[in-house]
DNA sequence: GTCTATAATCTGATAGAC
DNA sequence: GTCTATCAGATTATAGAC
């Protein structure tokens, strides 16, 4: 039995569209583009993806479910919370160095679209909470730190790496991830 | 002599263009959209706006300018640097809350556009590099603070401010910027 | 400077043959 | 499932009259 070399044609067109959407933006980023692109027939797309907001929800669902994928690979045999922490912070920095600065999916999209509450905005605050929580549950396990409350410490450090990430994609390197680990290093 | 009521019309394009590319986006905003809200000629726009992307440098530009002067009026009469510091929380959460939470119009246009190195990268990078040298300016005249660096210290603030206002455009509300402004309170 | 009219192209989406 | 052909509307931008 031969292997084909090209997957089948939904993922092909989600792949493509994936890249272009993260890369040029869901508004910038044309139908036609995503045909030519992925090679495939216009009706064909249309039969897997009914209209273009349905490949965007399939897009940010499939960039959901990498993350959590991924961040579980990347932190394969480290139990220790201190590590794991920081671990999130490496994780994003590799994720932005991978990427050529081009930021985080979920937030680029919020930028992009009018606020409507959609099923985008709900998707996109799913996502940002389950990593809230992620990192809360980091910073329980480890033993007291100084007058810091850990709920709030946990908050304010996911909201500052937040803030690298935009940072780190208008001034194109990664110091503001640098340093916000450097300050969390010191704080735990 | 009569007030006309209407501002002259590059005024009326550009505030009319301003309002529409901050809440919808730029892509998604349209040349007939903005001569139709704006009640202008499309031949008026284009002599005053040779094209789309001029009108989103002025855009970026009076926004730019806006900045500075409503920080510099909403700081009136304050000296006391670290008061100056929570007035920066202070006026960013004012103007999230004043804009329904539209976020920051340069991280947005980041987001909107392909990363080329053109003219918009170096404005947002200016406006960003403005506002943490002026924070930095407020860290340095604060006496000394524990085993804190200054300078460290001002720009993970700085950064931790540009995600919570991000968190705030996710969520639709200032806790994360109230947090931030706890948490750096805490600290000075 | 402002107007109307329009060019040339691209948009997302549909229909129907194979 | 894939193809070609095409829709109706929106896109940026230009030309020429007033």
């Given amino acids: 039995m031969e292997q084909k070399m090209k997957p089948k044609p939904r993922e092909r067109i989600l792949q493509v569209a994936a890249d272009l959407f993260y890369r040029q933006g869901y508004t910038q980023t044309g139908i036609n583009q995503i045909i030519a692109e992925a090679d495939i027939a216009i009706g064909s797309l249309y039969k897997h993806f009914p209209s273009k907001s349905d490949l965007l929800v399939a897009y940010l669902e499939m960039k959901e479910n990498e993350w959590l994928e991924d961040f579980e690979k990347f932190c394969k045999g480290t139990d220790n919370p201190k590590e794991l922490i920081i671990k999130y912070v490496d994780f994003r920095i590799e994720h932005q160095q991978n990427t050529a600065f081009c930021g985080c999916p979920f937030i680029k999209i919020m930028s992009q679209l009018d606020t409507t509450d959609d099923k985008v905005q709900q998707i996109v605050e799913a996502h940002k909470s389950k990593q809230k929580a992620l990192l809360y549950s980091f910073f329980k396990q480890i033993p007291d730190i ?26 194109r390197n990664t110091q503001a991830l640098e340093s916000a680990r450097k300050f969390i290093k010191k704080i735990i």
Wanted: net charge negative.
């Fill in 146 to 171: 100084g007058s810091w409350d850990k709920k709030q410490l946990s908050e304010n450090f996911f909201v500052l790496v937040e803030g690298a990430i935009v940072t780190t994609t208008i001034l």
